[in-house]
DNA sequence: ACCTGAACACCGTTCAAGT
DNA sequence: ACCTGAACACCGTTCAAGT
């Protein structure tokens, strides 16, 4: 005789990312799960195969908040809006976004966004395989910094993750002259100037081919 | 009356570097570690604090083996080799390096690679506060890279970490035609032209600077 | 069809007892 | 001064028994 359900899998992973956003990422436990959704750790195999397969749901609920602009303004600025919006959700979620990367590399969402990543730089000149190179560029330097954020940057502004001691200004001259320089809106700052210099490196590239080999066909 | 001590604080720090070399990152276990010395685990707690202080002399252990070349050709070589160490030291490593990443904001090896970097930049002509924002740049740049190749990478030669079935080539055209093309010389050429896009932005930032403003006092 | 108590093999860590 | 057996509070997961 069927039962109703108490709980659904979009429950389950919805409960998964409150619980990390709230009590951060070694509050996820499959008892911790259950309790906030009123019900017994083993129930929630009824509805998913394992801890790993529920990482994988979360990752892909993730993935697909991050939004690629409709085409509309040139490469470049789909491109960088894109990579912002990829920061705007690592901001939403940090202590989750590291999960998230572990799981990346084999699920459908990068697959997706890899696709709408070629289709964009081929439609501006750009071969497949550099604009794949380009992807690994632009993600890998995103992915490097926002995780350095969600980490804890090693000099911030005040002191830092460096405890106060344990950095004599003797041994460390420049550090401490950019210390007190630093302000929050650096960490800004830095993330759109790395977003600079890689795209003015690309543009670079697309004006030397398109000047070589002017648009055949 | 004392006792001779059967394991020693460095012997542990290298038996849970070989150990997670050999066994991946879920074997370091306090048990493991033990098992590996001849020693049962609540020993260890005679030389480490607890897990987290071993993660981080490991950490450290690892972050010691980057090298920042002797000052002899140019900061743009030395650069390059700098981070090209870092990925060497990652690749050494591969399943221990995500861990190491996690540990890196609060150890006092990475201050001390961010004082040789701006060091090496202010000689240079870089301001410091310029210098550390080339530094978060091309670190995280780095780190991203490399933590995606030892996470293994969506698109690789072969097929990837992707299922071959699930990716429908009819929805992914742009990837379809990519993939045959990936050969594994390819991952070296996009770490280098990533570092090559950013040290042309720095090049330029500079040769505007002493433009402007030459070289004065 | 779904829930759960009991059980299993594992964690990290503490502490008292041994040498 | 160092080692360890027993114990504690926690993991993820399975399975048989319940509704």
Partial sequence: MPRPAKVTRDQIVAAAIRLVDRD????????????????????????????????????????????????????????????????????????????????????????????????????????????????RILSDFTIGYVLAEARGITLEPGQGRLQAGSLPSESFPRIAQVLPQLGAEDRDADFELGLDLILTGLRAWLSDRTATRPTVD
């Fill in 24 to 135: 951060g990422a070694a509050a996820l436990t499959m008892s911790r799960i259950g309790e906030e959704l009123g019900v017994a750790a083993m129930s929630l195999y009824n509805h998913i195969d394992n801890k790993e397969a529920l990482l994988d749901a979360v990752a892909e609920t993730i993935l697909s908040d991050i939004t690629v602009p409709s085409t509309a303004s040139g490469w470049e600025s789909i491109v960088r809006e894109s990579f912002r919006s990829v920061r705007r959700v690592a901001h939403r979620h940090p202590a989750l976004f590291p999960l998230v990367l572990d799981r990346v590399p084999h699920l459908l969402g990068e697959a997706r966004l890899i696709e709408a990543f070629l289709e964009v730089m081929c439609a501006a000149g750009f071969d497949e395989r550099t604009a794949l190179g380009a992807f």
